[in-house]
RNA sequence: GGCCCCUUCGACUAAUGGUUAGGUCACCACCCUUUCACGGUGGCUGCACGGGUUCGAGUCCCGUAGGGGUCACCA
């Protein structure tokens, strides 16, 4: 019949070399390591990048060790070059790991695909302690079984056809070359429960706990396997992950008694869902992390974007350095429903960061931009249209997007603007101002906002009535830095040219 | 569908049995002003619903509804 026998005694009996160590070597074990556990298909998404900043600033609130480890189990989904993109990744968001495939460590090594002699070891260890067997199924009949299974509206579920074969038809089957995994024994009639430092206790009945495969047929663990025996041999404190994990964690307390190992503490993250409140899904915008390092988003915004989606140290403040993110993280402060992605806070805290930073600063970070789009500029020339720009400017590519008329000429003028400002007026005002711009000496903006002025009231006009078409001409726009700023920097001869050049030809 | 989780303004959230339910983004109005933006002032909307417990419930309990996650030899 059922034996799920071994599971209970092996629990029991480690438990006590658990309590045993846990006290004599209380200074080892209170030091808090955690890890992020991608599987490196490609990019990064914006919610794996939250959970390693969640595991990041725990760890460093903790004074604990960061780890990174590759789950690259699944060698269909294998991406060439997705560990240096992850890289680049973490590097550009200041997420950074204390062990890891690049930066090494004792309780290495922390790809799991060179892990796999390790795996295997657990594995056989399983099925010699009766936690796990041998299942021959094909994937062929598991599909019938599932459909049936659909058809009927029973839970879709592994039959256990292969739970109860002998040991000899067992070997005999292995010894003729047979394919086939390992599948974990679940007991039957028991509850599991967890503790989950964001949840609260949860409980699953174990009857809704499928047999997991835990050893493929191509020899490669599952993810549950393999995350298990890292987590414990890297001696991983606490589990930081996404919500999608609760489902399976069961699966994995499961394991832990089977081995008769100390599980770690679980804290799973709410998820970051669409406008619609799905999961945040590519289909329904940019997801990932290189998509807004491509949007002109700087590293620091989005981070402190993210760590306040979903968690709230007060709500007094908005704006956060890491460091003061690492001093007030806390996981028991970490929220339960899922968090929207909001486009437009983001806008708002990217333009909170642009307005904080030095204009040289900006410059290097713009400089790219605008040689994408084919402008010139110099630093100097450059870094004054950033201090022209900063305050308005949401994103990156705003201070060469808005800003085309700094470094060329307008070719183009915005309709509704001209319509108002624009007409024989004007350009007959303009033309009687031109020369006295050209004999001006300074060019600097008291001496331009002083003709200007002065001769509008010589005329009864609203100063108005010159900026706004002084603007049109020069930048082609109804927005921007003041006129008399935008002026000096484009210079006398450049101003002088456009507004003649519009005088004589702009209808 | 089974199992698990969740539910405060449109969005992110604060509140740890006693508040006119607060802040931020977005939106609207006004002020500032040469435009846009910044800044300032004000406004708009919220405790999913129904029962309990309690002198008192957004906060505790039960139920309902709605939403989400998960049910692979993927992680």
Known sequence: MESNAPLVSHYSSTLYFW???????????????????????????????????????????????????????????????????????????????????????????????????????????????GNAYPCFCT???????????????????????????????????????????????????????????????????????????????????????????????????HVIRGEEWVSSTPKHILLYQAFGWEPPKFAHLPLLLNADRSKLSKRQGDVAVEDYKDKGYLPEALINFLALLGWNPSAFQEIFTIEELIRDFDLERVNKAGAIFNREKLDWVNAEYIRKMTPEYLALLVRPILETRGYFATDDYLVSVVRLMQERARTLPDFVDFASYFYVAPTEYDEKYKAKHWNDAAKENLRELLPLFQAVESWSHDSLEGIVRVFAESKSLSAGKLIHPIRLAVTGRGMGPGLFELLTLIGKQE?????????ANLA
Not at 48 to 76: K, P, Q
């Open 19 to 129: 309590d045993t160590r846990n006290s004599l070597l209380n200074t080892r074990y209170s030091m808090v390591r955690v890890r992020f556990a991608p599987s490196p298909t490609g990019f990064v998404h914006v919610g794996s990048l939250r959970t390693a900043l969640y595991n990041y600033l725990f760890a460093r609130h903790h004074g604990g060790v960061n780890i990174l480890r590759i789950e690259d189990t699944d060698r269909t989904r294998l991406v060439e070059g997705a560990v240096d993109g992850l890289y680049r990744t973490m590097r550009w968001a200041g997420v950074t790991f204390d062990e890891g495939p690049i930066e090494g460590g004792k309780y290495g090594p922390y790809v799991q695909s060179e892990r796999t002699d390790l795996y295997r070891k657990y594995s056989d260890e399983l099925v010699t302690s």
């Open 139 to 237: 994937s062929e009949r598991l599909d019938l079984v599932r459909k049936s299974q659909q058809a009927t509206g029973t839970p879709p579920m592994y039959d256990r056809l292969c739970r109860n074969l002998t040991t000899t038809e067992v070997s005999a089957r292995i010894a003729a070359g047979e394919p086939h995994v390992i599948r974990l024994r679940v007991p039957i009639g028991e509850t599991v429960h967890f503790h989950d430092l964001v949840r609260g206790n949860i409980e699953f009945d174990s009857r809704t706990i499928d047999d997991q495969v835990l050893l493929k047929s191509d020899g490669f663990p599952t993810y549950h396997l393999a995350n298990i025996v890292d987590d414990h041999l890297m001696e991983i404190t």
């Open 495 to 503: 101003s002088l040219l456009r507004i003649e050049h519009c005088v």
